[in-house]
């Protein structure tokens, strides 16, 4: 057998483990693992280096197949160069109820897969992260230790999202020469011919971003080589333009929209494979195909066993640093710092913005914690995410610690999610609340997955006052609470952002938002206390004086008003305690008792909270009294808002005195 | 006084009340206007046909500023041509609360502001609907009646967010020649150079894209003159790239950051008045210049007493059809269409998903509807969106009623405010309910802006299956419910589907969004009503059979598993009644005798949603019992799925009797 007709079995091995998974689970995409799977050939067995054995090795090169409808292309791949927990059962269990082989390939469920996606444009997103965490990685640890290539693998749908030209963008600007796009040129979409709806020549609207560009026949497989090989030698970031045809191989659907999304049916199934020439049952890989392959995966993890005398040659504290943070896990001293500040802080109350106190906070953890990375959407001065220690990451230069990512929001969380899963590093970045709508697929993912990503949201309500209701959150902090698995936090004063600070960077299962005000607020945690109360969600910031009538829930910069509500009302005799709600999601996790006593039992039970009421309920019941808003905001001085919105000391504890006035004594 | 010194007056006049707003505000962004001010006097004194006298007249061009933190420049035109209710007293009323000159553009506000504008890139989205919709009307009635421009100034933080690729894309290959992009090409960008976050070469951009570029230096107003005249006479849409001088003739903070958003400050406004020879106080326009402006408001209104002719020669009933289009009234026989196919259905009992159900009632609109405008982000197929009488827009040839907007969520959503923006249509569009998140900053605008925009989001919960939790929404209910003054319907067969479609189609000040199945569904209203049920928003879908005891509470595709708990609670001896709630919003505007009498009393609660329980404790307060999601999706077969979950008739009757037993009888 020639090699050019072993390599067309590889790839028509990847092409029938797919058109019969698919048939199978009778639901899937066949048209892209057809089309990518000469392609997918090339890449794993000449290119990719990586160890079926050792999937989490970090120097693996990596591969992101961001057009995550095809996931049965990297499910075949995984299974065939030999990843032990990707069977042969695995792949007959597809889009099967708690198989590892979901519908679209999710992080996690199997190993090898680096990044969930689906989503359209998301992968494209993440592997700029994965490249720039790469370069960043490289310029603390060196070649020896860290000198991989990002692949990605994308269709029309990924380049059509808006997402992607963020995307592209700015891995052109910084000069990614890793990461390796590879575009799946099949001219087809869901409704059909492309040209339905686009004309863009993507080509030059990736040189227009400093891509390097080339194009070839993506059922060549030496053509594809050559393309790789080109692009490995790029200086800069390089689309490659494969031209496929979508279903390749189907005798009556290849390269129509019908192959895309369905079975092909078992005529056709047996037609194609009549036209390829494969004669093997459902699901049989003939020995020499598979022997093909998983010697391809033997040979790719030679590059390991090379990397791990470079590892062991190093010294004991490169390697245990190098270690501890591909771990995830927090440095020595950590906690400590955290702790010592919290003492500054009760000792020194400042009156500041929690976008301020955010910042000291972060001065102090980027101290303590060399692996965080900042960065702001063209916000920097307003969302306070640079300190002393973050430079700037510029072209060609990774050797800082903070990324300008543009007036692009959706691209800054889809790239940190790529840094996030890369290892090594904890990237945060800035926006305001309010456009966190136009990062909130990305934000989704980082909870899908359960990643530490973290998203300093500020300018958190009304509160930012004159730039208006476009600017001002109102169903921000319920839209971001309502995602599973999603830390939202909303500290008070500069105690609770530490203290939300310090849960954010050790919730390693799940990603955080901080939610930021732009305006001052005083200190209200004016006694130390060793433990993180912001740990509970919900505690008891201040006690009633005397048996209590009236509890007071509140979060961020409602909490003083909530303290005022609380003294004008024991000023008038109704003892009233105030319950500060800095994370909706971890006080769910606490114990039903610890519930029960924070909820304030027969209480008149009141929330303020500068957003809407959905969601609060849950603390004050649907005859609790809200304080909040109804409706968007206004332009306006902040003073003049709070007033217009009803949101004051004295609104809320007139509202509060209505009903206790009514209530039997 | 020579051509030009008057024109560079002109000019300054918009500096001068822009910087004098600012100034007296004590917020807000000088920098644009100062350099965009030479581009709005060559746009409104020699191109722009307008009437202030009319500001709604139909065929005016359209001015739509994308920057909108450049809102000033807006508003100091308004006042000078001489739109009425655009004061001095307002100009000096900038970003306090109550004026029409809040800090960005609101719709709404003020005449002559066309779109909502401030989140970036939006007007860009909108700006392909309005062009779009131009075009469309145009194939209908003709050059004499519609044939205008639309102008979008936009700014890098515009070119930077991902939506300006999306629209960009689609108006290039819509060939919307009559689309013209003015880029404010400052280089200057909030945290400093754009260079700092992009290298994009956006001519070449542009035209990947196919459109036309032009450049020009944004203070020769000649220059910028011939560059607008070029633009009106291309075959594609252009776009301009003027290269401006942020905060042109402030000495020392021209050309710098420190100009885009902060006040200049005393002292360097006296300096600015200096250096660019202007000696009038705060807020006074020399009566020259003044005049010159009104002057140029009356010659753009010339175009509308010619346009007035032409109307007045058009036939009766184009002229009425016309104005009940733009006017945004339904046509007569819409009540009646929907009765009748409301009859049929209950006499049919179909059962189908609703996603169908959504088309079938598309199918009849769409029959006595002219000006609905369907379109898919390449879901057609899935979204069933399309209907016999819409057949696809394509480049040059406008008269249809179907847009492939491409795998552009965003855009869809931006453009299609554009287009009921524009007026005389009512446009449509649809994707997966998951993939609103891509579409949220545009839903929310309008939302914001209370325009009659209609999302069709289809496969609504676990119940599309296997493609998994990517593709599964499980808070988006609740994310979308949040966005205040959005009707978000849910129906829960054909017959719901159908009054929610005449709901959407009769709310002008409001968007909707319509969440659909994927699985079919049985017809549960089986009895014909000549009322809209579902104009209620929740109401009693199946009565108890004796004294209610429980009452249960669902939406969608949870109707038939609610209808089944209530058989199996009712035959062990619990009379249930169940509430069907196909808009949370709507029913808050009930009464509230009515909304008592539906929430049930002392009954036993409950609430079958497959989503999150975020916002249903309203209907079945804290210690009710929620039957849903509590986490992401899984992929899996449907029926597996819901298993899994447990959102059955008999764990939700289970759960119930639970309660029961334990209660006092």
Not at 105 to 120: K, N, W
Not at 325 to 346: C, H, N, T, W
Not at 379 to 397: A, C, D, F, V, Y
Request: charged fraction near 20%; hydrophobic fraction near 40%.
């Amino acid at each position: 057998m020639s090699n050019s007709e072993k390599y067309d079995r590889m790839a028509n091995a990847i092409r029938f483990l797919s058109i019969d998974a698919v048939e199978k689970a009778n639901s899937g995409h066949p048209g892209l693992p057809m089309g990518c799977a000469d392609i997918a050939t090339v890449l794993f067995t000449r290119f990719m280096k990586f160890d079926p054995k050792a999937p989490h090795w970090p120097d693996r090169d990596r591969f992101i197949l961001s057009a995550g409808h095809g996931s049965m292309l990297l499910y075949s791949v995984l299974y065939l160069t030999g990843y032990e927990d990707m069977t042969l059962d695995q792949i007959k269990s597809f889009r099967h109820l708690g198989s590892k082989t979901a519908g679209h390939p999710e992080y996690g469920h199997a190993t090898g897969i680096e990044t969930t996606t689906g989503p359209l444009g998301q992968g494209v997103g993440n592997s700029v992260g994965f490249a720039l965490a790469e370069r960043i990685m490289n310029a603390t640890y060196g070649d020896d230790l860290v000198n991989h290539y990002t692949y990605v693998l994308a269709g029309d749908g990924c380049l059509m999202e808006g997402l992607s030209q963020e995307a592209i963008s700015l891995a052109g600007h910084l000069k990614l020469n890793k990461l390796i796009l590879i575009w799946d040129n099949n001219s087809i979409s869901i409704d059909g011919s492309v040209s339905l709806a686009d004309s863009t020549n993507q080509l030059e609207r990736f040189q227009a971003s400093g891509w390097n560009t080339l194009a070839c026949d993506g059922h060549d497989q030496e053509a594809i080589a050559a393309a790789i090989e080109a692009a490995r030698n790029s200086d800069r970031p390089t689309l490659i333009a494969a031209k496929t045809t979508i279903g390749f191989g189907s005798p009556t659907k290849a390269g129509t929209n019908k192959v895309h999304g369905s079975p092909l049916g078992k005529e056709e199934v047996a037609a194609t494979r009549k036209a390829l020439g494969w004669e093997y049952p459902a699901f049989e890989v003939p020995s020499d195909t598979l022997d093909a392959w998983r010697l391809a995966g033997l040979n790719a993890a030679k590059a390991r066993a090379e990397w791990e005398k470079r590892f062991a040659a190093a010294p004991a504290d490169v390697r245990a640093e190098f270690e501890r943070r591909m771990s995830g896990q927090l440095p020595g001293g950590f906690d400590e710092a955290i702790a010592a500040y919290k003492e500054k802080l009760v000792a020194d109350k400042p009156k500041v913005a929690t976008r301020k106190s955010s910042e000291m906070a972060l001065e102090v953890i980027n101290g303590v914690v060399p692996e965080t990375i900042g960065g702001s959407a063209d916000l920097t001065g307003s969302n306070n995410t640079k300190t002393s220690q973050t430079k700037e990451i510029t072209p060609g230069n990774y050797g800082n610690r903070y990324v300008h990512y543009g007036i692009r929001e959706h691209e800054m969380a889809a790239a940190m999610n790529g840094m996030t899963l890369h290892g090594g590093l904890i990237p945060y970045g800035g926006t305001f609340l309010c456009f966190s709508d136009y990062a909130r697929p990305s934000i989704r993912l980082a909870a899908l997955m359960g990643i530490r990503t973290i998203f300093v949201m500020t300018h958190d309500s009304i509160g930012l006052g004159e730039d208006g209701p476009t600017h001002q959150p109102v169903e921000h902090m319920a839209a971001l609470r309502a995602i599973p698995n999603h830390l939202v936090f909303r500290p008070a004063d500069a105690v609770e952002t530490a203290e939300c600070w310090q849960i954010a960077l050790e919730s390693q299962k799940a990603p955080s938002t901080l939610a930021l005000t732009r305006q001052n607020l005083p200190t209200v945690r004016t006694e130390n206390t060793d433990e993180n109360l912001c740990r509970r969600g919900a505690y008891e910031l201040a006690a009633a004086d005397g048996e209590a009538a009236v509890t007071i829930f509140a979060t961020g910069s409602e909490i003083e008003i909530a303290l005022g509500a609380r003294a004008l009302l024991q000023g008038h005799g109704h003892p009233t305690r105030v319950v500060s709600v800095p994370c909706f999601e971890l006080f769910e996790e606490q114990s039903d008792g610890y519930k029960q006593d924070i909820l304030g039992g027969s209480t008149l039970k009141m929330a303020i909270e500068a957003g809407i009421r959905q969601g609060w309920d849950r603390f004050i019941g649907t005859d609790g009294i809200f304080i909040g808003m109804h409706g968007f905001g206004a332009s306006g001085e902040i003073s003049d808002l709070y007033k217009h919105f009803g949101i004051t000391p004295e609104a809320a504890a007139e509202a509060a005195e209505k009903v206790l006035h009514k209530k039997p004594h």
